[in-house]
């Protein structure tokens, strides 16, 4: 039998960004014993890479919002696609969730008067996003934390979660390992929230760090749980493109809510060319009121340039294929032009793009103060994720919540930036506190030996192979399989490539069973890999699979073989599923009525 250490809370959080922080200190509050697991140090989770802000309608700088305009605009973005309930719940309570985080002591931009700053986003009707510069992510990551901390939650740091346990349907504990030196642990608990994040990983070019491998989809997936809207993966529209070593590291849209303009290498602004009839004509007074917008003008037209990412991104693609992109690749995208436009220009885009002025000086050697970047799209988000209950994020396994980027419903077809900070607050509070609730209702279950032995054999597979290993390294499976995303199953996709991609997927599984790492369990990185791959294999086949499905473009999913919407899937999910014979399942599911009341909303805001 394995040996293993056990540890035992009452709520489990697997993963510590925002969500995972989140969940952890309602549940907390709630008064039961709280754990929080994270693959990396506390305070680096993904979250704290987030620069544009977070998406509230506090109405400081517009007073024309409000929750209903929020809601609408979310929907819109999501193509309708969005679980109604829960784009409701997240408008109403955002506010809340980011008043609540400044008396915890993040301090925000602020406007003239001294209340919260807000600022354009795309998609948004008005300005709606706090933050703080560039950096509202880190302000975001050090309250929760300091918050959390001090409640006294449990952190297990650099620990990997492998495999979920279960009671019958119940998820009753968890099996994983320490990263550093490669030993089990059993992780008891009555509740456990997933909040792990995305799948970024599955794609060459991402805006997402090592961690983002699909580990708490692969982990609900496998456990029984369903995935919706899998499909559904948002390319950022600017990435860096050069040098290759940064290619794909995120440009924040934030760079063109304070003015930044895209053009191609003929220096035309393209995106006056694919957009609704009122702009067909690219003239000065378009230019000049696209510039009052991001001054804050309530009356003005926002610019092209903050259209939805999958409409901008989609624009960038279709330059650099013409050959009008930049030259390593892209598109270029100008902040610097303001200088003509505001008081000591260069301290004014320092000031409001800090993050950017440094990277793309460090990583790049470009002032942004002086002259264009190059960007092209990136793998950003996924929309897809685990099916949860819109109100307490448990999913259809009892005592399995889950919250954040690895949840779904939200966000439908597309997300609007912003939305993800704030769904991290909305419903990272709603799963702790649902959680606790579950926890104090329930006994702990039976945590039964031969799940963990099993757990712990699988994790040693790659050892047992090592010396007999053909010579291939867990990297080259991860480098081809990133690779065939990117390629086959990317912003613009068709059947005959993702049916090549499902197939890939199923040779490279059968080459990552043949997969031997080398070394022994302390401090090994090909190990870790070759553990990540398989959750890699899962939502790649996951994204594949729900990509075939849906035969028509919406939102973030276009398919050259069918570019127009179809009727037929306009108020339509995907589901996945596991199937008893462990072959991936999909259907279709009608989503349910929107209740009047929301349907007055929606019309309204037209
Ligand atoms: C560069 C960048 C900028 C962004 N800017 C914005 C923005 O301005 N506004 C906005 O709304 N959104 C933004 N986003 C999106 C947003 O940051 C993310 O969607 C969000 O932070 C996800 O938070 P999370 O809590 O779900 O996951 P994360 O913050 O990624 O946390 C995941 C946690 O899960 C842990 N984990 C994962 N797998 C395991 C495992 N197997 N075992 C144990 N632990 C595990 C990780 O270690 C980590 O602690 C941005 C994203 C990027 C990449």
Same mark, same amino acid.
């Given at each position: 039998?394995?040996?293993?250490?056990?540890?035992?809370?009452?709520?489990?959080?697997?993963?510590?960004? #925002?969500? !995972?922080?989140?969940?952890?200190?309602?549940?907390?509050?709630?008064?039961?014993?709280?754990?929080?697991?994270?693959?990396?140090?506390?305070?680096? /989770?993904?979250? $704290?890479?987030?620069e544009g802000g977070i998406a509230a309608a506090l109405a400081n700088v517009d007073d024309r919002d409000n929750w209903r305009v929020h809601f609408a605009d979310t929907m819109r973005g999501g193509q309708y696609l969005n679980n109604w309930r829960m784009a409701e719940l997240h408008a109403k309570e955002a506010p809340q969730r980011v008043r609540e985080l400044e008396a915890w002591g993040a301090v925000f931009d602020r406007t003239k008067d001294g209340r919260i700053l *807000?600022?354009?986003?795309?998609?948004? %009707?008005? &300005?709606? @996003?706090?933050?703080? #510069?560039?950096?509202?992510?880190?302000?975001?990551?050090?309250? @929760?934390?300091?918050?959390?901390?001090?409640? #006294?939650?449990?952190?297990?740091?650099?620990?990997? $979660?492998?495999?979920?346990?279960?009671?019958?349907? %119940?998820?009753?504990?968890? +099996?994983?390992?320490?990263?550093?030196? #490669?030993? +089990?642990?059993?992780?008891?608990?009555?509740a456990i929230v997933l909040a792990t994040g995305g799948i970024g990983r599955a794609y060459k070019i991402t805006s997402n760090s090592w961690e983002y491998t699909g580990d708490g989809h692969a982990l609900a997936y496998h456990a029984g749980a369903e995935l919706i809207d899998m499909e559904f993966v948002q390319f950022h529209p600017t990435g860096m493109v050069w040098p290759p070593s940064v290619r794909g590291i995120l440009v924040t849209e934030g760079v063109r809510g304070e003015g930044g303009i895209l053009t191609n290498q003929e220096g035309r602004r393209f995106m006056f060319e694919d957009i609704p009839e009122n702009y067909k004509t690219q003239t000065a007074a378009d230019e000049e009121e696209g510039w009052r917008y991001c001054q804050g003008d309530k009356n003005a037209r926002r610019p092209p340039e903050l259209l939805t990412r999958d409409h901008v991104a989609r624009s960038i693609v279709r330059e650099i294929k013409a050959g009008r992109g930049s030259p390593h690749g892209g598109v270029f995208l100008d902040i610097s032009w303001i200088k003509a436009r505001v008081a000591n220009g260069e301290d004014h885009i320092k000031r409001k793009l800090p993050s950017m002025y440094h990277q793309f000086k460090q990583l790049a050697d470009i002032d942004i103060t002086k002259g264009p970047m190059e960007v092209g799209p990136t793998t950003h988000y996924v929309m897809g994720g685990i099916r949860v209950d819109s109100d307490t994020q448990m999913s259809r396994l009892p005592g399995l919540f889950a919250a954040g980027e690895c949840a779904a419903g939200i966000n439908g077809a597309n997300r609007l930036g912003g939305n993800s900070l704030s769904d991290l607050l909305v419903f990272g509070k709603r799963s702790g506190e649902?959680?606790?609730? +579950?926890?104090?209702?329930? $006994?702990?279950?039976?945590?039964?030996? *031969?799940?963990?032995?099993a757990a712990a054999r699988e994790a040693l597979e790659p050892f047992d192979r090592g010396a007999n290993a053909q010579g291939e390294g867990v990297y080259r499976v991860q480098h081809d399989l990133q690779e065939m995303m990117q390629g086959l199953v990317g912003i613009v996709r068709q059947e005959e490539?993702?049916?090549? /991609?499902?197939?890939?997927?199923? *040779?490279?599984?059968?080459? /990552?069973?043949?997969?031997?790492?080398?070394?022994? %369990?302390?401090?090994? &990185? !090909?190990?870790?890999?070759?553990?990540?791959?398989?959750? @890699?294999?899962?939502?790649?086949e996951a994204i594949a699979l729900a990509g075939l499905e849906r035969k028509e473009s919406r939102g973030a999913h276009f398919r050259e073989d069918y570019p127009d919407k179809d009727p037929a899937f306009a108020t339509v999910n995907t589901v996945i599923w596991r199937g008893d014979d462990g072959a991936m399942q999909i259907r279709q599911e009608s989503i349910p009525q929107m209740p009047d009341d929301l349907k007055r909303v929606i019309e309204e805001m037209k």
């Open positions: 039998m394995a040996e293993y250490e056990t540890v035992q809370h009452e709520v489990l959080i697997i993963g510590a960004g #925002g969500a !995972g922080l989140r969940a952890a200190i309602e549940a907390s509050a709630a008064g039961v014993s709280v754990g929080i697991v994270c693959k990396s140090l506390l305070g680096k /989770a993904h979250t $704290v890479m987030a *807000q600022r354009n986003f795309g998609g948004h %009707r008005y &300005p709606r @996003l706090a933050h703080v #510069g560039d950096r509202t992510g880190l302000e975001m990551i050090r309250t @929760l934390q300091d918050h959390g901390v001090h409640q #006294g939650i449990d952190v297990h740091m650099e620990q990997t $979660v492998l495999t979920l346990l279960k009671d019958g349907e %119940r998820v009753v504990g968890a +099996f994983g390992y320490d990263r550093e030196r #490669g030993r +089990f642990k059993v992780y008891r608990a009555k649902f959680a606790a609730k +579950f926890a104090k209702e329930n $006994v702990l279950g039976a945590i039964d030996d *031969q799940q963990t032995a490539e993702m049916q090549r /991609a499902l197939q890939g997927i199923q *040779q490279m599984r059968e080459r /990552a069973g043949k997969l031997g790492v080398m070394g022994n %369990r302390e401090f090994n &990185p !090909g190990w870790h890999t070759a553990l990540d791959l398989k959750n @890699l294999l899962t939502v790649s």
